[in-house]
């Protein structure tokens, strides 16, 4: 089986999503700028992966910040935080992991700057340990909500390659359900621009031999009008205090067409991207990435005219009334959210 995220000791080991499926490709990051630019340029993708990659990633930017006074190592610790910070902007669990790392090594001050960094090193193995124990309990609680036969739609990527490993979110649903022995399929958005369904997810899912075929991203609301599809499930990127989902975009069209054929639209997401100090969608960032993605197929094949403008919004904003349930480690919420979810926490 494959690793999305390995901590190395002195490196961060991470499978090149960027090349899947065609290539399975380990690479090393040895500095927090280059964990910042993994982040970035989505070899490692996903939300609660990018959380555990930016734990370890701080982790190895302390280690390289020299032994002096703990006001001195806090500056430049702080420095480190704020380059892994900028890597992308939608994902709360980039911001979770960083504040954990940041928290600890403030809790920690009257401790030298070594005791420190190895409290630090240990912290980034725990977020690491603790996503793979959350998966697992999420999947085996949103089990209970598919039924034998089930054909169930998924959007994106959320399995084992957005996470430490193993379950992920959405996918982790979907395996608990197939390992209890209930007669799963699934099908698979393509999610353009970055193909997460097709390159990733497919993948995944053929992995585990769990019945899976693709789909181009405008045919799912046919084959809901048709009965095709009898769930949903999808990950989530950050989900306000209310219930409002950002996740990877098109998200929001599938969630409006469920409403409107009455499919029943689960979100499974850990607590740690539940961003209570965030009221609603409307204050969620969106990431914008370069048109290039959606002019061309991976980089590798123009698909429009040169010079052609593009727009590309990485994530949308599912509202609350739309989702049926989200299903967290901690048990399964539904409206109304805010006292749902607060009840959570
Ligand atoms: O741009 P990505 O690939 O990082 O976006 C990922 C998603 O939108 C996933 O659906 C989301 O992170 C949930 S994954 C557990």
Same mark, same amino acid.
């Given at each position: 089986?494959?690793?999305?995220?390995?901590?190395?000791?002195?490196?961060?080991?991470?499978?090149?999503?960027?090349?899947?499926?065609?290539?399975?490709?380990?690479?090393?990051?040895?500095?927090?700028?280059?964990?910042?630019?993994?982040?970035?340029?989505?070899?490692?993708?996903?939300?609660?992966?990018?959380?555990?990659?930016?734990?370890?990633?701080?982790?190895?930017?302390?280690?390289?910040?020299?032994? +002096?006074? #703990? &006001? /001195?190592?806090?500056?430049?610790?702080?420095?480190?935080?704020? %380059?892994?910070?900028? $890597?992308?902007?939608? !994902?709360?669990?980039?911001?979770?992991?960083?504040?954990?790392?940041?928290?600890?090594?403030?809790?920690?001050?009257?401790?030298?700057?070594?005791?420190?960094?190895?409290?630090?090193?240990?912290?980034?193995?725990?977020?690491?340990?603790?996503?793979?124990?959350?998966?697992?309990?999420? +999947?085996? #609680? &949103? /089990?209970?909500?598919?039924?034998?036969?089930?054909?169930?739609? %998924?959007?994106?990527? $959320?399995?084992?390659? !957005?996470?430490?490993?193993?379950?992920?979110?959405?996918?982790?649903?979907?395996?608990?359900?197939?390992?209890?022995?209930?007669?799963?399929?699934?099908?698979?958005?393509?999610?353009?621009?970055?193909?997460?369904?097709?390159?990733?997810?497919?993948?995944?899912?053929?992995?585990?031999?769990?019945?899976?075929?693709?789909?181009?991203?405008?045919?799912?609301?046919?084959?809901?009008?048709?009965?095709?599809?009898?769930?949903?499930?999808?990950?989530?990127?950050?989900?306000?205090?209310?219930?409002?989902?950002?996740?990877?975009?098109?998200?929001?069209?599938?969630?409006?067409?469920?409403?409107?054929?009455?499919?029943?639209?689960?979100?499974?997401?850990?607590?740690?991207?539940?961003?209570?100090?965030?009221?609603?969608?409307?204050?969620?960032?969106?990431?914008?990435?370069?048109?290039?993605?959606?002019?061309?197929?991976?980089?590798?094949?123009?698909?429009?005219?040169?010079?052609?403008?593009?727009?590309?919004?990485?994530?949308?904003?599912?509202?609350?009334?739309?989702?049926?349930?989200?299903?967290?480690?901690?048990?399964?919420?539904?409206?109304?959210?805010?006292?749902?979810?607060?009840?959570?926490?």
């Amino acid at each position: 089986m494959f690793k999305t995220v390995e901590w190395r000791n002195d490196s961060v080991r991470l499978i090149d999503q960027r090349i899947l499926p065609d290539k399975e490709e380990y690479l090393d990051f040895t500095t927090h700028e280059d964990v910042a630019f993994a982040i970035r340029d989505m070899v490692v993708r996903g939300a609660p992966a990018i959380g555990v990659t930016a734990a370890m990633g701080a982790a190895i930017g302390a280690r390289a910040i020299n032994n +002096g006074s #703990n &006001g /001195a190592f806090m500056e430049e610790f702080d420095k480190v935080i704020a %380059t892994l910070a900028e $890597a992308r902007p939608t !994902a709360v669990n980039l911001f979770w992991a960083l504040d954990r790392m940041r928290t600890l090594a403030l809790a920690n001050s009257d401790k030298t700057t070594q005791e420190i960094k190895d409290l630090l090193d240990k912290e980034a193995v725990k977020v690491y340990e603790e996503d793979l124990t959350i998966n697992k309990t999420m +999947g085996e #609680n &949103g /089990a209970t909500l598919l039924d034998d036969g089930d054909t169930v739609l %998924t959007h994106c990527n $959320a399995g084992a390659l !957005a996470t430490a490993g193993d379950y992920g979110t959405a996918l982790g649903v979907i395996k608990a359900a197939h390992l209890a022995g209930k007669r799963i399929s699934v099908l698979a958005d393509e999610t353009r621009p970055w193909l997460q369904g097709a390159r990733l997810t497919t993948w995944e899912l053929m992995k585990e031999g769990i019945p899976v075929q693709l789909i181009c991203d405008n045919m799912s609301g046919s084959l809901m009008r048709k009965g095709k599809i009898r769930k949903i499930v999808v990950g989530a990127d950050r989900i306000a205090a209310n219930g409002d989902v950002a996740n990877k975009i098109g998200t929001y069209m599938v969630a409006a067409l469920a409403k409107m054929n009455g499919i029943p639209f689960y979100v499974t997401a850990p607590l740690s991207t539940i961003d209570f100090g965030t009221e609603s969608g409307d204050y969620i960032p969106i990431e914008q990435r370069s048109p290039s993605e959606v002019t061309s197929i991976m980089g590798k094949m123009s698909i429009a005219p040169e010079g052609a403008e593009a727009l590309n919004p990485a994530f949308d904003i599912t509202p609350n009334e739309l989702v049926t349930a989200i299903i967290t480690e901690k048990g399964i919420a539904r409206a109304p959210f805010t006292e749902s979810l607060a009840r959570l926490r």
